[in-house]
């Protein structure tokens, strides 16, 4: 989690050297690393629960359009990776799949090239998995990398082409997931 929040920008290295498309990444904060094409899906949401969902929405936004184009997108968006939701409905009254759905919906309007989620099954149902493994995948397919971090063995390998395993900050082992336990 840690690492991923310093490819996010949250957080700065204590040293070492970032590439992303072979030149050096060095973003100065989340805004950078977006602008970057760089979005993250977080394990706890950052969501109002006294809004509505497309308010919500438009709080995580670096650009805002006019409202009527902005819903437009969010639907035509939700349509696209099966990730319906009401934008009218309040977000204190949604399940952890739709909020985490929202989140979701919200880093696509930022056009990203490689989407992070940091442990994003923690709060789930076995539902709302499957659901949010049929949108990753259906990312995935239209070329955007996605950056999954988990502890869960069985969902890596489910879900990956290529694992790296860390312990204490150190790289162990990349591997293909799918063809070595």
Known sequence: S???????????PDHGTMFLNGIEYRPKGPQDARSQGVGMVFQHFSLFDAL???ENIVLGLDN???????????IDVSSEYGLAISLDKIVGNLSAGERQRIEIIRCLLLNPKIMIMDEPTSVLTP???SDLFLVLKKLSKSGMSILYIS???????TLCTKAT????GRVVKNCNPQKIS
């Open 2 to 12: 840690t690492l991923v929040k310093i490819v996010y920008g949250l957080v700065k």
């Open 165 to 168: 395993i860390m312990r204490r």
């Open 52 to 54: 509505s969902v497309f």
């Open 64 to 74: 805002i359009l006019e409202q009527k184009e902005l819903k437009k997108q969010i």
């Open 127 to 129: 539902g709302e998995v």
């Open 151 to 157: 502890h869960k063995l069985e969902e890596i390998r």
